[in-house]
């Protein structure tokens, strides 16, 4: 809704995913198994095709999930539509999120400080600091009038 995948990685970076999964999975896996940024590409922008694949596909849709979930609870009331989505500041939010949701070290300064603007910014779409829209007009139809009526005599005029 809100994560697009390719947003993702185009922003955060094959090579980052790669850390970030390589920590997750390579101690599950023997040493003889190595988790490539072609893994990642496939699992991401393709079909999974292995089941280390299928692995990190699960792990960024559940990420994808839980931000997703995040955002609705703060822009639900906005009824936004895909084009709207796509021009608001919320992909680049998303994509913030989707860093710290994947990433396995929370005491990376730097990934806690952007996911914790990332909700101020939240927080301040919600209280309509920030606007994601353009205001709408209340009334979208014309206003009619009746034909005045007068007591003057245009006859003798």
Known sequence: MYVSTQHTVNTIGLHSLLLFAQAQFNPGFSHDVELTSDDIAQALLN????????????????????????????????????????????????????RYELCTNDGDESIVKRRDDAIKTLDKIDKGVIQLKAPTAKSSTTIKTAKPISQFNWERY
Do not use: H
């Open 47 to 98: 079909a999974p095709e292995t089941e280390l694949q299928q692995q990190i596909y699960d792990w960024f849709d559940t990420a994808k999930t839980n931000v997703d979930a995040l955002i609705f609870g703060y822009v639900a009331r906005f009824s936004l539509s895909v084009d709207e989505t796509e021009k608001s500041v919320l992909p680049g939010l998303a994509a913030d999120l989707m």
